[in-house]
């Protein structure tokens, strides 16, 4: 088995490891380790960015937020688009989405 893989990088042998039936019959565990490996995170960057954030949004002065103003500040920062992508948005379209959600007034008050 190492002769086979020796000089493939980690991802084309793991394709051609998890595609192989002889393989899975035969080493089954490895099969499973594999796997294994490639779900897992390969840096901590993300989680390391998210508590940055985090520390950014819980403030001193903002000792008092609830949870879910802390969940709905992380997901505003995290998954804002560029502001490059900015020119691209539809804001007519978003303002009638966000209008017909719930009754408002507009200027008028209501009878």
């Given at each position: 088995?190492?002769?086979?893989f020796q000089s493939l990088k980690f991802s084309a ?99």
């Amino acid at each position: 088995m190492f002769d086979k893989f020796q000089s493939l990088k980690f991802s084309a042998m793991a394709e051609r490891a998890l595609n192989s039936t002889d393989l899975l019959l035969v080493y089954p565990n490895v099969c499973k380790l594999i796997r294994v490996c490639l779900i897992l995170p390969v840096s901590s960057a993300d989680c390391e960015r998210g508590f940055s954030r985090y520390n950014l949004i819980k403030i001193k002065q903002r000792n008092r937020l609830y949870v879910s103003t802390v969940n709905t500040l992380m997901m505003m920062t995290v998954d804002t688009p560029d502001i490059s992508d900015m020119n691209q948005f539809n804001f007519g379209r978003a303002f009638d989405v966000w209008a017909v959600s719930k009754a408002r007034r507009f200027g008028n008050k209501a009878k």
